[in-house]
T-cell receptor, first 114, second 112 residues
Framework: DSGVTQTPKHLITATGQRVTLRCSPR?????VYWYQQSLDQGLQFLIQ???????AKGNILERFSAQQFPDLHSELNLSSLELGDSALYFC?????????????FGPGTRLTVT | EDQVTQSPEALRLQEGESSSLNCSYT??????LFWYRQDPGKGPEFLFT???AGEEKEKERLKATLTKKESFLHITAPKPEDSATYLC?????????????FGKGTKLTVNP
């Protein structure tokens, strides 16, 4: 158990809908990272928040957005969902903002868009 | 060009048959290399961080080593429970954003 929690574990929704994925980092960690993992793309970085502020952005679609709240939990919002958005979504946390610190991953949310 | 390349893509071993997995990278000014283990449908589990060439770290049957261009994950006398996908990752800065870049992984199967 990494100490990172994610909810829900599974999500099934229809195209065009909007969903929210939630992540709570390990106690004491200030950074939260979001990743997408699909079979053909591997693990892809989406976005990072550090202590409430956006720190880095990867190839995140405009239909996706995220935020980190004062209690440091984070939410990833996915809207206008398409079939291709079906994937595992992971969040990870680390103590610092730099990427040369270990990141600890949550169990993931499996999103299925039908 | 992929910044992180792992080989082989898949590896089948018999229990007790030692081997090595490779992770090569092209980023300059390496600021760390990470190894993770991932079981199907689960989140990656952190194994090791290596920061400088010549560094080695061990955990049970796993030993990670680092050179200037690549890292190896040596598995000694593996057991079936070592079956998993092993991922390596390096920090890289692209477009002004620093991010962790992952390889596609090596899927290890250890048969009893």
């Amino acid at each position: 158990d990494s100490g990172v929690t994610q909810t829900p574990k599974h999500l099934i929704t229809a195209t065009g809908q909007r969903v929210t994925l939630r992540c709570s980092p390990r106690s004491g960690d200030l950074s939260v990272y979001w990743y997408q993992q699909s079979l053909d793309q591997g693990l892809q970085f989406l976005i990072q928040y550090y202590n409430g502020e956006e720190r880095a952005k990867g190839n995140i679609l405009e239909r996706f957005s995220a935020q980190q709240f004062p209690d440091l939990h984070s939410e990833l919002n996915l809207s206008s969902l398409e079939l291709g958005d079906s994937a595992l979504y992971f969040c990870a946390s680390s103590v610092a903002g730099q990427t040369n610190y270990e990141q600890y991953f949550g169990p993931g949310t499996r999103l299925t868009v039908t | 060009e992929d910044q992180v390349t792992q080989s082989p893509e898949a590896l089948r071993l018999q229990e007790g048959e030692s081997s090595s997995l490779n992770c090569s990278y092209t980023v300059s000014g390496l600021r760390g290399l990470f190894w993770y283990r991932q079981d199907p449908g689960k989140g990656p589990e952190f194994l090791f961080t290596l920061y400088s060439a010549g560094e080695e770290k061990e955990k049970e049957r796993l030993k990670a080593t680092l050179t200037k261009k690549e890292s190896f994950l040596h598995i000694t006398a593996p057991k079936p429970e070592d079956s998993a996908t092993y991922l390596c990752a390096v920090p890289d800065t692209q477009g002004g954003s620093e991010k962790l870049v992952f390889g596609k992984g090596t899927k290890l199967t250890v048969n009893p």
